[in-house]
């Protein structure tokens, strides 16, 4: 059970990078989100009759300067609860700095630690050469300084969340597949996102119902799932675009995330139904 499972599950579907490569998914021009604001979300593993709330994520957005440049900082932090620590302590940390009007990654690290499993990336971005520059060491395979090319399109895990709230859901046609690449350690894996209708789902507690758009994320490349498989992600229907709540099969049972707080949405989280 790998917590990058988890992170992609909970974030992937996305894309950011310069404003020309946006022509792959319909983006909006209205302010979603800004800096103060943070999410924390609850994530269950279930398999039969075990269905147990496993681990957390949190992801908090402030002002920083990269290059001299005032930027927004993304911070994600995901971890298994105190008592699953004993069966398969997971720890994950990303961090991101991406300017604030176009989303355009400017560096970002990843700090992971899952059971004997280690990973610590350094990214940064150079738009001229297109090119990451990246510092990779996973256990796996040690230490390597790489140059991976930038490709269209292409997300990474601090800047997915808010590129995701930035889509213009109702220019997306439905049934439709959208093109995505997600870089993560030395590879870059291509996905496809779908449109498929509205639901009403249940946020975790405090949250209540939401009518959300419900997205596929489907994964056809890569060793991040096997074979062909579909994270879905339903994305509350106001102009916050929050993700409420997603679902992701694994190879053994599916993990279920669901937002638990909120905090400095912008627009009031109006999708959310009275009870």
């Not at 103060?36 to 002002?63: H, M, R």
């Not at 040690?142 to 800047?159: A, K, R, T, Y």
Request: hydrophobic share 40%.
């Amino acid at each position: 059970m790998r917590c990058r499972l988890v992170i992609l599950a909970l974030f992937i579907a996305i894309a950011a990078g310069a404003q020309d490569r946006y022509s792959c998914i319909p983006f909006s021009d209205r302010k979603v989100f800004d800096a103060g604001e943070s999410l924390t979300f609850g994530v269950s593993y279930k398999w039969g009759a075990v269905n147990s709330e496993v681990a957390y994520a949190s992801i908090s957005l402030s002002e920083s300067e990269q290059g001299r440049k005032s930027v927004l900082y993304s911070d994600v932090v995901a971890r298994t609860a105190p008592f699953f620590d004993v069966f398969f302590k997971i720890r994950e940390h990303f961090e991101g700095w991406f300017q604030r009007e176009t989303l355009v990654p400017q560096k970002a690290i990843r700090d992971t630690h899952e059971g004997n499993y280690a990973a610590y990336n350094i990214y940064n971005y150079d738009w001229e050469e297109r090119l990451i520059h990246a510092f990779v060491d996973m256990s796996s395979t040690g230490p390597m300084n790489i140059d991976i090319p930038l490709v269209d399109c292409l997300c990474d895990v601090p800047s997915l969340m808010y590129v995701l709230r930035q889509i213009d859901v109702a220019k997306m046609e439905m049934g439709k597949r959208y093109g995505l690449n997600f870089a993560i350690d030395d590879t870059i894996f291509h996905i496809f996102l779908t449109r498929m209708g509205q639901e009403t789902v249940k946020g975790g507690k405090g949250i209540g119902k939401v009518r959300c758009n419900r997205l596929h994320c489907s994964v056809v490349e890569g060793a991040v799932f096997e074979g062909d498989q579909e994270v879905k992600i339903w994305l509350s229907d106001d102009a916050d675009q929050v993700p409420v709540a997603f679902w992701a099969p694994l190879r053994v049972g599916a993990m279920r995330g669901t937002l638990k707080s909120h905090k400095g949405l912008l627009h009031g989280f109006t999708a959310r139904e009275k009870s």
